[in-house]
Structure formats: C-alpha cells, structure tokens
T-cell receptor
Framework: DGGITQSPKYLFRKEGQNVTLSCEQNLNHDAMYWYRQDPGQGLRLIYY???????QKGDIAEGYSVSREKKESFPLTVTSAQKNPTAFYLCASRDVFGPNYGYTFGSGTRLTVV | AQTVTQSQPEMSVQEAETVTLSCTYDTSESNYYLFWYKQPPSRQMILVIR??????QNATENRFSVNFQKAAKSFSLKISDSQLGDTAMYFC????????????????FGKGTLLTVNP
C-alpha cells in the first residue's frame, strides 16, 4: 500500500546530540513537509521541499536541517542548536498534480530529550 | 501571512447529539482551500472535509458539514449524530493556492479543538 513511513516512532536524545528523523514515501509525490506539534500549539511548519535537491525554511526552521536527495526521502535532523526539541514531529507529502491539493501524513515520531 | 484561529480549546458533546466547532482565518488571498483534520489518540492526521473558496455551496461528508462564510472568513464544522469514535483533536487548516507570495501550497493550522464525545 502507498503511504508515508516515519521512523522511529519514539526517539530519545541526550542534550547536545544531533538526531535524524526518517520520512519515506512511496506515493510518488513531489512535495514533502515537516511539521512540529506541541500541546496547545497546533502544527507548525519546519521545512518543506517541492522538488528533489531543493527545500525552503518554514516558520520555525532554527535548529533544524533537512536534505532532499531522493524523491522518496526527506529526513529531518534536529541539531543541538534546537533549544526545546521535545515534541511530536509529523511528515507529510502532497501530489502537486493532484486535483484536490490534499496532504498525506505519516504517523509521526515522538522525540524526547533526556 | 495567513492565520487560523480556533477559539474553543476543548468541547464536549453527548453521543448522538450535534456539535459545531468554530474556525476563523485571516488572509488577503483570493484563491484558497480550507480543511478540517481529525487527530484521534493514535495521532494519525485524517482529512475530514475540504472546502474550495470559490465554491459557494458548503461541503458535506456524511455526518460532517461546514458553514463557510467567505466574507466573514469563518469556517465552522458541524458534526451530526456524534459517535464515540469522533473523540479527537480537530484542526482547521488553510492553504493558499499557487506559488506567488510564498504560499507554495503550505498548510497553516489552527491550535486545535479537543472534542470529547460522552456516552
């Protein structure tokens, strides 16, 4: 079945360490997105990519980095510069040629700093 | 920049009754979509309903319908015959269409309304 796979489901990180969250899709979608979810804050956009080898900052990009070397993959690195990384992270993709502009979401990664 | 406001952090409803969740938005765009997403305890984001701004007719999907007031920039969700499985966080979201002005089809979310359906 086509979809988005985020791994791992739960991730623990020590302060000062970088960590990479995986997002893979087999939907042949061109656009991919990373959102951060905090209680009472809704979803906020971190980074997005509309095509391979290109990506743009979202509203809260500081302390994060991404790459888009393959159409299927859009990993997110949470660096030690991110002051409050504990959150739920959602990856999504969009069919840019689709008729309804809908997003498909992964099941998320819960990151906890210990 | 677009903003989406959900003024009800939490709501509750009795099973089989009707409930309405509020959403307002602010934008200078003329071509856009509005969405309601549901996030149950599993945290999977599920699309509930979508409204194209150019359509005057309100969207409906089974027990879910919207009241889209374009001039007032209001987009409320009505859930009829509420079921226990409707218990979830509900997010209102906005998407400007096209790549001008930096919109790039990004989704902007409200902060959510936690809906509890009581038996």
């Amino acid at each position: 079945d086509g979809g988005i796979t985020q791994s791992p489901k739960y991730l623990f990180r020590k302060e000062g360490q970088n960590v990479t969250l995986s997002c893979e899709q087999n939907l042949n979608h061109d656009a991919m997105y990373w959102y951060r979810q905090d209680p009472g804050q809704g979803l906020r956009l971190i980074y997005y990519s509309q095509i391979v080898n290109d990506f743009q900052k979202g509203d809260i990009a500081e302390g994060y980095s991404v790459s888009r070397e393959k159409k299927e993959s859009f990993p997110l690195t949470v660096t030690s510069a991110q002051k409050n990384p504990t959150a739920f992270y959602l990856c999504a993709s969009r069919d840019v040629f689709g008729p309804n502009y809908g997003y498909t979401f992964g099941s998320g990664t819960r990151l906890t700093v210990v | 920049a677009q903003t989406v406001t959900q003024s009800q952090p939490e709501m509750s409803v009795q099973e089989a009754e009707t409930v309405t969740l509020s959403c307002t938005y602010d934008t200078s765009e003329s071509n856009y979509y509005l969405f309601w997403y549901k996030q149950p305890p599993s945290r999977q984001m599920i699309l509930v309903i979508r409204q194209e701004a150019y359509k005057q007719q309100n969207a409906t999907e089974n027990r879910f319908s919207v009241n889209f007031q374009k001039a007032a920039k209001s987009f409320s969700l009505k859930i009829s015959d509420s079921q226990l499985g409707d218990t979830a966080m509900y997010f209102c979201a906005f998407m400007a269409l096209g790549n001008s002005g930096g919109s790039n089809y990004k989704l902007t979310f409200g902060k959510g309304t936690l809906l509890t359906v009581n038996p």
